[in-house]
């Protein structure tokens, strides 16, 4: 199974930006999806996590602002970022872990709020 994120940028803070990942691979069904991010100098993170059923679980410093989502028929899961500070600014990684319980990462994708 191979995760590609996308999406991604440079956003003034207060803007939006949304990160999306899709899984491939052969004979796979994934549970469950989790938004990663690491910021310079720091441990990765945990921002946001999904079951298979659609319900969302968030760190206490996204939520309010942050949305996620997939669509299990594209194996897609998506993250919309609102009201975006210049401390979320990190490397976004993609997790998914399969039903059978293997976990997989994407590579990552730069998020950077700045003025």
């Known amino acids: 199974v191979q995760l590609q994120a996308s999406g991604g940028g440079s956003v003034q803070p207060g803007g939006s930006l949304s990160v999306s990942c899709t899984a491939s691979?052969?004979?796979?069904?994934?549970?469950?999806w989790g938004w990663y991010r690491q910021a310079p100098g720091k441990q990765r993170e945990l921002v946001a996590t999904i079951t298979r059923y659609g319900r969302p679980n968030y760190a206490d410093f996204v939520k309010g602002r942050f949305t996620i989502s997939r669509d299990n028929a594209k194996n897609m899961v998506f993250l919309r970022m609102n009201s975006l500070k210049p401390e979320d600014t990190a490397v976004y990684y993609c997790?998914?872990?399969?039903?059978?319980?293997?976990?997989?990462w994407g590579q990552g994708t730069l998020v950077t709020v700045s003025s």
């Open positions: 691979g052969r004979d796979f069904s994934i549970n469950a």
């Open positions: 997790n998914a872990v399969l039903v059978l319980g293997s976990t997989y």
